[in-house]
Nanobody, 127 residues
Framework: QVQLVESGGGLVQAGGSLRLSCAASGRTFSIYTMGWFRQAPGKEREFVAAIRRTGNTYYADSVKGRFTISRDNAKNTVYLQMNSLKPEDTAVYYC?????????????????????WGQGTQVTVSS
């Protein structure tokens, strides 16, 4: 099994920055793609960004150019650097892991593409 624990959420003013971390433990070798999703009240959980073990990345259009996903394989940790935050970025942010090994350029953006989930961390951006 794999356990994912997010940290780094909080309250920030619009235009500010936050860095989220996701520490993986357990059978971490089974994770090929790590992703971040978010869910605002009353809305569906939506894809934010993903990174493969190879380092390839993919972003939702809404965060492209503002957010950066990275991973430290030695520490089994994934990061989400969030800059130029907007009130509409307010949500619970979830870390996710996918076991599927693929060499395709296509990234899964559905929550059902991922096998493991963290408990989430709240990000609130005030205007």
């Amino acid at each position: 099994q794999v356990q994912l624990v997010e940290s780094g959420g909080g309250l920030v003013q619009a235009g500010g920055s936050l860095r989220l971390s996701c520490a993986a433990s357990g059978r971490t070798f089974s994770i090929y793609t790590m992703g971040w999703f978010r869910q605002a009240p009353g809305k569906e959980r939506e894809f934010v960004a993903a990174i493969r073990r190879t380092g390839n990345t993919y972003y939702a259009d809404s965060v492209k150019g503002r957010f950066t996903i990275s991973r430290d394989n030695a520490k089994n940790t994934v990061y989400l650097q969030m800059n130029s935050l907007k009130p509409e970025d307010t949500a619970v942010y979830y870390c996710a892991g996918d076991r599927t090994v693929t060499y395709s350029d296509h990234f899964g953006v559905s929550r059902y593409d991922y096998d493991y989930w963290g408990q989430g961390t709240q990000v609130t951006v005030s205007s």
